[in-house]
């Protein structure tokens, strides 16, 4: 196994003890994670959620340090583009999920990007069998930053936006629910040939 492949694969497991950590009921074991007030009693941060919130990061970091490698040292296979995809989709839509049951955010929210997914891996499916599909588009890989940065700034209890009553996390999971539609038509319409041709190459 090569070292991007190594790196995607800490995702998986980074992921898996991110929503243990999230999903587990610790109260039921006597154990409650403390609370800190900051900014003059305007934000309480809870010590669970700046965990997971450290944990989030350095998981998304590596889905930027995996691509970069694999690229730059011509380590890209088949095995990594599963696994990275695996990674992905654990490390986002389960926190989405989780964030959505504990109300922080709609669950508008990980509906459109879960159904989202599933269209645009059945169109890799299809396309990669007719060697179509293309890359992302630019507007997925906004949509990539705006929800990492805030799911990241939700962690950590919106700071420093927070201070202004600006609710920026929310803002930036919402423009990135939209692009990962607007991502997912242009998908759609960038391998539409390929869904609708009639013979396998």
Known sequence: MNLPNRITLSRVFLSIILLILLIFPFYKFGFNFPTFVVANGKVILDLKYVICGIIFVIAASTDFLDGYLARKNNQVTDFGKVLDAIADKMLVNGVLIILAVESQISVIVPVVIVIRDIAVDSIKMIAGQKNGAVGAS????????????????????????????????????????????????????????????????
């Not at 803002?171 to 009639?198: D, E, R």
Request: hydrophobic residues 50%.
């Open 138 to 201: 630019w507007t997925g890989k906004i949509k990539t930053i705006c929800m990492l940065i805030g799911i990241t700034l939700l962690f950590f209890g919106n700071l420093p936006f927070e201070l202004v009553n600006l609710r920026f996390a929310e803002f930036l999971i919402l423009i990135a629910t939209v692009l990962s539609v607007v991502s997912g038509v242009q998908y759609y319409l960038n391998n539409k040939k390929y869904l609708f041709s009639k013979d396998l190459q």
